[in-house]
């Protein structure tokens, strides 16, 4: 079959165009970012799909000759100018028209379990406006509806990696909340399986083969990657004030929609899908396997101890610069400076412009632009610190506190840093 996905650079959208070419048909990726897809599959010829600006006519023409399309374009949040009401309603409606139009035998709409023109939140309610949108189409169509997906690769399963990783794992209501989590890998073969059979059901709920609350499931990340086992539960009402200031976030999970939708919970009979594929999905306990360990686990650590070691080093900045200004006595640190060859106004300055210059260091890692940079210039200062105090001010290396030998793990903890902590805009 010659088939459109949609959505080709996306999570969803890329595992679907891989494992429909390894089963034999012949890939349209569809996405905003034609380099993107040349990049990754050099070989396919992509088709621009761009929901925030739909060209219907030229969608028809390209459609003509393809068997099925497969929507996995979608957003958890809105952003920037990412919007439900155009990314999950009015470009996909435009797409299911103009393939009808073409004479396409076959769509594939990947929904969301719970979603419903009047659902509560914008997320689950412009789900439900597309599927509503292609149930008016004349075609063949069905609607896959995914609970939540484990994938090492998906933001989600990193978010929970992350939250598992802590050494009080905050449970929002004690995690009693019910979730029924499907792997990536049975997602796709579930989607290529109603691309190939006869007649596939139009609506299918794609579960995992049982039900686990939220704390299992965390329990779960935290025994297949090694992580300590610690639960903090938190009372509702303050975790949706948390929510609340975490959507101010870019591109944070956590937001009072997302608690609002954990809290509904997210399960369905796992029959169905059984059937279909054949066999059951694979449980919680079995998504870890090595793949899964190699790229969750140290990236899960990482995930809170590097913004640890960074407002940790950022706070020395701020207090080192506070301290030589105001709080150490200025006769002694000018006659430290003294024995460097500094004295007068050339001291003065020497001192209030250090104070200064690690004030701004401090801020700086606090600014994720300038923080690459702040690291660079704190490593260049350190060694040049310890490079004058070790010419003038010899007798600090043996010093009982090692204020001089403490520059040595600072050097390593600026490098590892400079290294492991690179901005979203960055990369």
């Known amino acids: 079959m010659r088939i ?3 959505g080709a650079t996306g999570l969803i959208g890329a595992e679907l165009v ?4 390894l089963a034999g048909h012949a890939v349209i990726p569809g996405a905003r970012n034609l380099e993107a897809v040349r990049r990754r599959w050099p070989a396919l010829d992509p088709l621009e799909i761009d929901y925030a600006a739909p060209d219907p006519d030229t969608w028809t023409r390209a459609l003509r000759g393809v068997d099925a399309v ?7 949040r809105e952003q920037h100018s990412q919007h439900f009401d155009a990314l999950h309603v009015k470009g996909p409606a435009a797409l299911f028209a103009a393939a009808a139009a073409a004479g396409v035998g076959r769509i594939v709409q990947i929904s969301a379990l719970g979603a419903d023109p009047s659902a509560a939140t914008g997320y689950l309610a412009s789900k439900g406006h597309a599927d509503a949108a292609l149930a008016a189409v004349p075609v063949e169509a069905v609607v896959v509806r995914p609970s939540l997906v484990f994938a090492p690769a998906g933001a989600s399963t990193r978010w929970f990696a992350r939250l598992a990783a802590l050494p009080l794992t905050p449970l929002p209501g004690g995690g009693r909340q019910p979730i029924q989590p499907l792997h990536l890998d049975d997602l796709a073969a579930l989607v290529l399986r109603v691309l190939e059979m006869p007649s596939p059901p ?3 709920d794609a579960v995992g083969p049982q039900a686990l609350t939220l704390r299992d499931y965390l329990l779960e990340f935290k025994r297949g990657l090694g992580l300590p086992r610690g639960f903090l539960p938190v009372p509702v009402m303050l975790a949706r004030v948390a929510a609340g200031v975490a959507v101010r976030l870019p591109g944070s999970l956590v937001t009072p929609d997302s608690l609002r939708m954990l809290e509904a919970g997210s399960v369905a009979d796992a029959a169905p899908v059984t059937r279909l594929l054949g066999r059951p999905p694979r449980p919680a306990p079995r998504f870890f396997d090595p793949a899964a360990q190699l790229r969750l686990g140290a990236g899960a650590r ?6 640890l070691l960074r407002y940790a080093m950022a ?8 301290v030589s200004a105001f709080v150490f006595p200025v006769a002694e640190s000018l006659a430290l400076l003294a024995r460097t060859g500094l004295t007068g106004s050339a001291a003065q300055l020497a001192l209030y412009g250090a104070a200064a210059l690690d004030l701004l260091l401090g801020i700086a890692l606090l600014v994720p632009r300038w923080r ?4 660079r210039a704190q490593i260049a200062l350190v060694a040049g610190y310890t490079l004058i105090i070790s010419v003038f001010l010899p007798e600090y290396w043996a010093h009982p506190y090692g204020p001089v030998l403490k520059n040595l793990p600072l050097l390593a903890a600026l490098v590892a840093l400079h290294e492991l902590d690179r901005p979203r805009w960055t990369t």
């Open 315 to 322: 706070a020395m900045w701020i207090a080192t610069a506070l």
């Open 18 to 21: 891989g494992r429909l070419l």
């Open 372 to 375: 690459t940079w702040a690291y």
């Open 70 to 76: 497969v929507n996995a374009v979608g957003i958890f």
């Open 202 to 204: 139009p609506v299918v």
């Open 302 to 307: 990482l995930q809170w101890l590097v913004p």
């Open 4 to 6: 459109l996905v949609t």
